[in-house]
């Protein structure tokens, strides 16, 4: 389903139906000016690294597209892994990927895993009885 935007701020408290869902307007959502910027970044540490593979390990010819089925690039999850004590930039990702930074509360994550097993199915089916406007 098509998304049409606006330059125009939303009013607080509107219905918005962006792809067919929809949503209340409040003043914590970005505006698309706000988001703008956002189109020109990108994770550099993973591009980096991606890069870096395929200098290594180049991809089969004509697998350069993700939904190429015909030459699949294998296991980039194994070859990162492979790849990440023998070069810097792999390595760094694999540093990012697989430390549990400090911040993280793991009580509130048991707490959020409860919380959707318990809501989830409810929340989900409840979600075709909002507004269309």
Known sequence: MACSYSDETPVEGAWQKYWGTGFKWTSKHLTPQQLRPFIY???TIATEAIERLDEIVPPPE???KPDDVKKPRGDMYE?????AIKDEKIGRLWSEVCTVP???????????????FRYGGPAVIAVGDIPNE
């Open 79 to 83: 070859k990162i892994k492979e790849y």
């Open 102 to 116: 400090d911040w993280v509360d793991w009580g509130q994550i048991e707490r959020g895993q409860k919380a959707l």
């Open 41 to 43: 970044s990108y994770d």
């Open 62 to 64: 004509g697998a350069m």
